[in-house]
């Protein structure tokens, strides 16, 4: 019994120091790739030249300009954006467009018409809608400038767990108007790792309860 306090004691202290940890991490700029989802073409340009460096107050910086480059925004056109195999470590607090010189005006928009989870990367909506994360949404001013625009910022509190690997993205029967003024887009948070300490305690308070079984 004592040692079975001892073992539940330590597993609540690791818990804790876990999630001090978690809160604390500085932000970064989440590695993804993506591409064409389906059959229709959807350009790769969207994610080829991801920001190398994020900064808590200027955002996500560039190594090089994307130019011209647009974003596919054709109607009813899907991309997916891959979080990899340990998308569950993800924590997602910022989701980021760059804009491309020159774009015209551009007022804020919904940004994609349809966005979900889910583990493949078909046309099929058979996982979970996400009514939070976008891109493309804001209103950027018509210069030659190659700046990155927020348009997400979330907290410790409603940081958002991806739910399957894949984001798949969608521009609608409408299109996505706003894609020609856009080149690329990030995603920032957190990647927490499992803590080992924490598996071992947990396997360990398993076989003692094995055991005594």
Do not use: C, H
Not at 113 to 131: F, L, P, Q
Not at 152 to 176: E, H, S, W
Not at 178 to 191: L, M, P, R, S
Request: aromatic residues 10%; hydrophobic residues 40%.
């Amino acid at each position: 019994m004592g040692n079975d306090k001892f073992t539940w004691s330590a597993v609540l202290i690791g818990l804790a120091l876990w999630a001090t940890a978690s809160s604390a991490a500085t932000l970064q700029i989440i590695p993804i790739t993506g591409g064409q989802a389906g059959v229709d073409f959807f350009s790769p340009e969207f994610m080829d030249n991801q920001p190398v460096s994020y900064d808590a107050v200027t955002g996500p910086a560039s190594a090089a300009s994307d130019g011209f480059v647009q974003t596919t925004g054709q109607a009813n056109r899907f991309g997916f954006i891959d979080f990899g195999v340990d998308y569950a470590n993800v924590r997602i607090f910022e989701t980021w467009s760059r804009k491309r010189p020159w774009p015209g005006a551009v007022p804020a928009g919904p940004g994609y018409a349809i966005v979900y989870w889910d583990d493949d990367t078909d046309t099929v909506n058979d996982g979970i809608n996400e009514s939070v994360l976008n891109f493309m949404t804001t209103a950027v001013p018509n210069n030659g400038d190659e700046t990155w625009q927020r348009d997400v910022q979330l907290t410790t509190a409603t940081a958002i767990t991806p739910q399957a690997r894949y984001l798949i993205v969608g521009t609608g029967p409408t299109g996505l108007s706003e894609a020609g003024k856009f080149t690329e887009i990030a995603v920032v948070g957190q990647i927490i790792p499992e803590p080992a300490s924490l598996m071992l305690l947990t396997v360990g308070s398993a076989l003692v309860l094995r055991r005594r079984g």
